[in-house]
């Protein structure tokens, strides 16, 4: 359903993404894994048409978005949530009116009804009673779960996670795993994942891709990742520092 | 010869990189009539903003009119007084607050105040994804957040600048009727006699420009803000240097237009 093919960006002199291939799979979660500044957020902003590629294509569901302009762009961003690695809550904006904020964007839903399901969505991300706090007053972990809360609010069918696991403590980033696979399972979603985050990969992905140099150069389920001889991901994944991966 | 050269080098940069920014600010503003007659708008964010640029402009507003009437009152009496005739005193504050100094100094003050406080509000949103949020949930960020500014500011700066127009020439007065001892019928009778509606109305169009060049800035510069808290703060110098000297310049042409 999401298929992209020979993707590249620069900025400047710089190439960051050097003909990317991928195809994710409908209904699983696919982590993207790489090295930090390698590229992966560039690529979720393009999966999601935030940025335009130089050249290759992004398919959703057979559109080529990016050849879409912005008013076209926004009928297919209707299908998308997406967690960002700070949440990206508005901060001035109380937490219910941020998870509801897309609701009375998109829908003519009552006041009543708008309050039920940002209700209903806090509870799934386990907040309750937080509705008239201010993002400011919440913390990193649960800012992030109001983050995910508001990516659910419109029931989408595909979500994109920024590093969401990034800068927590390591029981919060437990949880939020959980909450990543539960709400994968729950709405039935396609997730896309940008993680350097080795312990979560294995846990919330059912498919896993490596983001090297541009280029996607090692992609597979967690068994045949574990199993993967790519000189790469094995550095990657047994954090060493001698290796292929040049240290910049 | 090369340091001349090096100079003229230099000022053509920056003015082909000043009009190069006033396109792009253009771009804005033609984004913006475009998503402003879209409905449906923003009334809550539009008064919010109004509350913003304009209620809470007030005092700084006030302050800035009454002394800088204060001030033309003194120095025109000194020199009024040289050849007898201070009795001009009043429509010469008159004339100059809503001409001129009603106009500027209340776009200067809401340039400082809220213009600054746009190009943060918006840098901040843009450094922390919020822009990139509102683009994810299909909300065009140009609506939500640079209409309601732009609005506020074209329609609350004249509504300033008739306070400040006001508290100027009771400023003028104080200094002139009760310091100066000029006759307080001949003040007012000299305001009546030499300041048209036209003058008023058009220090007022006046206002609404700078109004609508400060939020615009304000805005532009916020909105393509980069590279964390030091772009925010660059954002937020650049924009009040560049409304400030815009509103100047344009001053100057609007009055060669207009009177």
């Known amino acids: 359903m999401i298929k992209i093919i020979d993707l590249h960006k620069s900025f400047g002199k710089q190439k960051v993404l050097d003909g990317v291939n991928l195809e994710i799979e409908e209904g699983k979660t696919t982590v993207v894994i790489g090295r930090s500044g390698g590229g992966k957020s560039v690529l979720l902003k393009h999966i999601i048409g935030l940025l335009k590629p130089d050249s290759g294509h992004i398919f959703i569901d057979g559109v080529d978005i990016s050849r879409l302009n912005e008013r076209e762009l926004d009928r297919v961003r209707r299908d998308f949530g997406m967690l960002f690695q700070d949440a990206a809550l508005f901060d001035s904006m109380t937490v219910g009116e941020n998870v509801a904020f897309p609701l009375k964007e998109h829908t003519e839903k009552k006041d009543k009804e708008i309050k039920r399901i940002v209700s209903d969505r806090l509870m799934a991300v386990g907040l309750t009673g937080v509705e008239d706090k201010m993002p400011s007053e919440l913390s990193g972990g649960m800012r992030k779960r109001v983050g995910l809360a508001r990516a659910i609010a419109m029931h989408p069918r595909i979500v994109l996670f920024d590093e969401p696991t990034t800068g927590l403590d390591p029981v919060m980033t437990e949880a939020i795993n959980s909450l990543i696979i539960d709400t994968q399972k729950n709405f039935n979603l396609t997730s896309i994942v940008i993680s350097h985050d080795v312990k979560s990969i294995f846990k919330i992905g059912h498919r896993i891709a490596m983001l090297y140099e541009g280029k996607i150069v090692e992609y597979g389920t967690s068994e045949e990742i574990k199993k993967s001889k790519n000189p790469v991901l094995a550095q990657f994944l047994s954090g060493s520092a001698e290796g292929p991966i040049k240290m910049v | ?259």
């Open chain 2, 1 to 259: 010869m090369n340091s001349v050269s090096a100079v003229i080098d230099s000022l053509g940069r920056s003015v082909l990189r000043y009009v190069e920014e006033m396109g792009k600010i253009l771009l804005l503003f033609i984004s913006v009539l475009g998503w402003a007659t879209r409905p449906p708008l923003k009334f809550r964010n539009i008064a919010k903003q109004m509350e913003f640029v304009g209620v809470k402009s007030i005092f700084v507003v006030v302050l800035t009119g009454t002394f800088t009437g204060m001030v033309m009152a003194l120095q025109g009496y000194y020199g009024f007084r040289m050849f007898s005739a201070e009795s001009m005193v009043g429509s010469t504050v008159a004339l100059g607050m809503t001409r001129e100094l009603g106009p500027v100094l209340t776009s200067l003050m809401v340039t400082a105040r809220a213009g600054s406080a746009m190009a943060a509000e918006l840098g901040t949103m843009r450094v922390t994804e919020q822009i990139d949020a509102l683009y994810v949930m299909a909300a065009n960020p140009v609506k939500h957040l640079i209409v309601p500014r732009v609005v506020a500011g074209v329609v609350m700066l004249p509504v300033l600048t008739v306070i400040a127009d006001f508290v100027g020439i009771l400023g003028g007065y104080f200094v002139g009727v009760i310091l100066l001892n000029i006759n307080s019928g001949i003040f007012i009778k000299n305001i009546c006699r030499y300041v048209d509606l036209d003058d008023i109305f058009n220090g007022l169009i006046k206002a609404a420009v700078f109004g609508l060049i400060l939020s615009l800035v304000g805005c532009y510069k916020g909105f393509n803000a980069t590279g964390g808290a030091e772009g925010v703060g660059k954002a937020t110098t650049e924009a009040v240097v560049l409304a400030s000297i815009t509103i100047l310049v344009s001053d100057y042409f609007l009055t060669a237009i207009m009177f």
